[in-house]
């Protein structure tokens, strides 16, 4: 029996299970490599030295110190979507707002000017009207068809010009390769929001200097993930990603891993979606219980000569129609059975929104009618499902 009647500890011959529980596993040896990029969450790296940390913050070395400043996911994510737009490099954001923040914040300084296509997604604006003008920093709008607005609004102070391929909700499509050249004139960096065209065609080769993307729709697909992309020249970027790691916009692991599984079936949900969209779009034109079907793969629509020239693989997934007041809006909205109002956009299920009460609900009415915008605009995000389920939903559905 033991002197103090305490159990007596063996001997030190391995590490206390404390220990044992608190220090990470090690990775198990393996000759092959796993097919699919692995999820890899941890926030910070082991680093062997003071050296190699030198080395590291020097570029002179490759590798990940804390994950705001890079991470694997990240990295690998950021280098798909420069491969996919032919730019030099790419980088990943918490949410698209936050690529277009830490754009604007790398660009602009005081007193500079930005020149700010019509009928953007309505946080843009306020982001550039509202909050980056506590700052000093101004702004004009111009019409991103007509490249010869954005030449009467620009300035010498006129650092960033930015536009939507496709505008928000009434799918305007910019005329990017006339924009690049007032840009390039007014040595203004052109910014071109893709969001709801990847694959459909390239900015940067159209002349923008760098795109952007909310990841958090098309390319992410499935509702699931908040991430923003942007792509462009490395200089840029290397700056961009010192901004946005310092104003803490930098995307986590767990998204990117996400996006990264999205993007493989990006083209193949682009594909079924934008044909699907076609069809609704043309019977929604020729419904009398419609006032307006907006949807650049429509003859009528003021942009599809243009559209049908540039954009490969289809006129987009978005089809936005106007039923001519807020009450009719509400009726069509309440009366469907399988769409889902859900203010976002680009699932693999169809999905609607109501832009004068979401995306556009903070602008006037001076800004509405400067847009087109109307309380009877309704924003169909067309899914994958079959064509003539999604029509017998609307159909059931259009008040009369």
Sequence with gaps: M?????????????????????????????????????????????????????ALYERREQGFIYARDGHPNASQLAAKIAALEGAEAGLVCASGMAAEAALFLTLLGQGAHVALSEGLYGKTVALVGRELARFGISHSLFDAARPESLRAVVTPATRVVFAETLSNPLLRLADIAGLAEVSRVASATLVIDHTFAPLLCFPLALGADVVAHSATKLIGGHSDLTLGLAAGPSELIARTAATASTFGLSGNPFESWLALRGMATLSLRSSRACATALKLAER????????????????????????????????????????????RADLFIRALQHIPFAPSLADV???????????????????????????????????????????????QALPP
Aim: proline share 11%.
């Design 2 to 54: 033991p002197h103090s009647g305490n159990t007596p500890r063996p001997e030190r011959d391995h590490l206390d299970p404390s220990t044992l529980c608190a220090r990470p596993a090690g990775l198990p040896p393996s000759a092959t490599q796993p097919l699919v990029p692995p999820l890899q969450l941890s926030s910070v790296y082991s680093v062997a030295g003071l050296e190699q940390i030198d």
């Design 284 to 327: 929604l034109a020729g419904d009398r219980r419609v006032r307006t079907a907006h949807y650049p793969g429509l003859v009528a629509h003021p942009d599809h000569v243009r559209a049908a020239h540039w954009l490969k693989g289809g006129f987009g997934t978005i089809v936005t129609i106007d039923l001519e007041d807020r009450q």
């Design 349 to 395: 299920a169809t999905t609607l929104s109501h832009p004068a009460s979401t995306s556009h609900r903070n602008q006037s009415p001076e800004q509405w009618a400067r847009q087109g915008i109307t309380p009877g605009l309704v924003r169909l995000s067309v899914g994958l499902e079959d064509p003539d389920d999604l029509w017998a939903d609307i159909d």
